[in-house]
């Protein structure tokens, strides 16, 4: 495809030559539309996100869903074939979590702030609720938040960040908390937990090497931290973990 002829021409200078492929590959969209069919269904959309904030058993999850684990299983299963969903087997039981992609997380966080502005009194107030976040402020916390996931075997100050993106420490902090939460250590902390579940899972790395590419010198910081989130030590985690 050279050029692309339109029938009407509403004035000079719009290329609609880039456009025009974009459309052409179906495949592509299609691949969005398989996903949002997944979360067409308000009650696989509730398990989705409970699953974004929490691990858990079949029977505990359909407690929570006041659901039959047979229903429930269902959806588990429709949500782990479309990626957004991943299991791993202790002993006999499996526990299920949202899968620490980015493709989840940007389906998570579109799926609160699309709650929070349509159905903002079934949300709920936040506990000590920051003021309102100016949406300058707003993108400096998504910068700083990407960059932080991006570089997870750095460690790096809040004081750092403040002289980095010109923002006052105590200011950066409630951005951050009103934006995603929790604070900016306890969620970035969860993300680096995840990954080092992940790396335990699915590769052979050491927990040295493993506390190391999630930003942590010490392993045996590494290891309680670990055992604080998942309540078993690395070792322990990835000898019982059996997979989906």
Request: with cysteine.
């Amino acid at each position: 495809m050279d050029e692309i002829s339109l029938p009407h021409r509403h004035g000079e200078g719009r290329d609609t030559l880039p456009l025009a492929r974009q459309l052409s590959r179906i495949e592509h969209f299609q691949t969005v539309a398989d996903l949002f069919k997944q979360l067409d269904d308000p009650t696989r959309l509730r398990l989705f996100w409970l699953l974004c904030h929490c691990e858990e058993c079949v029977v505990n999850l359909s407690a929570l869903m006041n659901m039959s684990s047979p229903a429930l299983s269902h959806h588990l299963r429709a949500l782990k074939n479309s990626g957004l969903v991943v299991s791993r087997r202790v002993g006999k039981e499996v526990y299920y979590r949202a899968a620490d992609t980015e493709r989840s997380r940007l389906l998570h966080q579109m799926m609160e702030r699309i709650m929070e502005i349509t159905c903002p009194e079934q949300c709920g107030p936040r506990e000590e609720t920051p003021p309102d976040v100016p949406p300058e402020q707003a993108e400096i916390v998504r910068e700083i938040h990407e960059q932080l996931l991006r570089h997870m075997d750095r460690r790096v100050t809040i004081e750092a960040l403040s002289r980095q993106y010109h923002m006052n420490p105590t200011t950066l902090k409630a951005a951050f908390k009103a934006a995603y939460g929790a604070s900016l250590a306890a969620h970035i902390k969860g993300h680096r937990m995840e990954q080092a579940a992940r790396l335990l899972r699915e590769t052979e790395r050491s927990v040295a090497d493993i506390a190391q590419a999630v930003g942590y010198d010490s392993p045996s910081r590494f290891s309680a931290a670990f055992k604080e989130t998942y309540g078993v030590l690395p070792r322990e985690y990835r000898r019982t973990d059996g997979g989906g």
